[in-house]
């Protein structure tokens, strides 16, 4: 990710790689690696783009603390604000997939919901929004105003009937905003898949849901420990939906491990695609896993923020970071809760080990130096 934010350009992406095949491509929703022209999307691949250029916006303005995000191509635009952006990257897909169905196409939609809000307002701030019909589904979760006790940090009200002497927001504030902006999601996703078997596409499209980090800000990640930014499984494991009709078995369930890692090969492996010579990615083709017919090749994976790590090789699992250390047995201890450190000393040594291998390779890799943090 290069200082001037965004990244290397000689790195080539999946729109790239698959346009020779005479794919066409988009993107709806949120673009987080660079908002100068050379790093937008149409620079990149991609045919068509609307989205907003950072972490995280307001679901209604469209802007980051204040600032215009949203752009249609490679020009900013307010075109929508004041319309919930969900709804808006829900009709830019529904159009895509009208117009090009008759086609190769690859659409990527990543929904900002249900990030934290990067709002001005501090009532708002970091949790998730949600329009006024998706919190009316939960009237259980209400807007409640209550003691310091009882809420944490979230407090600001004294007492329920008290002046605000800070601005926060209550716990079921958080968790009523969550919940809606999630529905509201599932509600644009299921008009989307819903289009696929209109247009009889559905069987020769491969649709994967998934997120990039575990919940947080009203999320419940049990039984997992920890949650977004964290190294402990409820920061890194996420779940991953894969609709492939005339491949997948529906309702087949795989706990094999698997990555982000794996989308480029799969994707250009099922579209009969090959990888150019002079790209060397790190994924394998994760399709014969998840048809059943053969175990995930990935058998470790490695993680650093700052100054956290975290190693995974086979079923063991060693954690160093601020919020906590240890090595954990992931077979008969998913939530993290025993540390075996003390009693399997040499695993832990070997673990270490590992990590070391991995940073190695990671410094001969990267294309402008020594790995960083950033």
């Not at 997939?97 to 001005?120: D, R, T």
């Not at 949650?227 to 609709?243: A, H, T």
Request: charged content about 25%.
């Amino acid at each position: 990710f290069e200082r001037i934010g965004g990244m290397d350009v000689r790195e080539k992406l999946l729109p790239a790689l698959l346009k020779p095949a005479g794919y066409v491509s988009a993107i709806y929703g949120k673009w987080d690696l660079g908002i100068h022209k050379r790093f937008l999307p149409l620079a990149r691949g991609f045919d068509d783009f609307y989205g907003f250029t950072n972490t995280g916006i307001d679901y209604f303005t469209h802007e980051r603390y204040g600032v215009p995000s949203m752009y249609r191509n490679n020009q900013p635009t307010e075109e929508d604000k004041g319309t919930y952006c969900t709804y808006l990257f829900q009709r830019e897909a529904v159009r895509f997939i009208k117009e090009n169905h008759q086609k190769p196409f690859f659409l990527y939609l990543p929904f900002n919901a249900p990030h934290g809000a990067s709002s001005l307002d501090p009532r708002i701030r970091g949790g998730a929004q949600a329009p006024e019909k998706y919190k009316k589904m939960y009237p259980h979760l209400k807007d409640t105003l209550v003691t310091k006790k009882k809420t944490g940090r979230y407090e600001f009200r004294e007492t329920p009937d008290g002046p605000v002497i800070n601005q926060g927001v209550s716990v079921s504030k958080r968790r009523l905003e969550y919940v809606a902006s999630i529905t509201c999601m599932d509600d644009a996703i299921g008009e989307v898949l819903g289009l696929l078997d209109e247009y009889q596409i559905a069987d020769n499209t491969i649709v994967i849901f998934f997120s990039d980090n575990g919940g947080s800000g009203g999320a419940d990640n049990s039984p997992l420990k920890g949650k977004k930014g964290m190294m402990f499984e409820g920061g890194i494991r996420v779940p991953c939906l894969v609709r492939y009709p005339a491949k997948i078995k529906p309702g087949t369930v795989n706990d094999d491990l698997l990555t982000s890692l794996e989308l480029v090969p799969t994707f250009l492996k099922a579209a009969g695609i090959p990888l150019p010579e002079e790209i060397v990615i790190d994924g394998y083709d994760m399709l014969p896993v998840l048809m059943g017919k053969t175990a995930s090749p990935r058998n470790e994976m490695y993680w650093q923020r700052r100054a956290d790590k975290a190693a995974r090789v086979g079923h063991w699992k060693w954690v160093e970071s601020e919020k906590g250390n240890g090595l954990f047995d992931l077979s008969q201890d998913i939530g993290e809760k025993h540390d075996l450190s003390h009693t399997h000393p040499e695993k832990l040594k070997e673990m270490k080990a590992h990590f070391a291998n991995w940073k190695k390779q990671m410094a001969d890799a990267e294309p402008r130096g020594p790995f960083r943090d950033y």
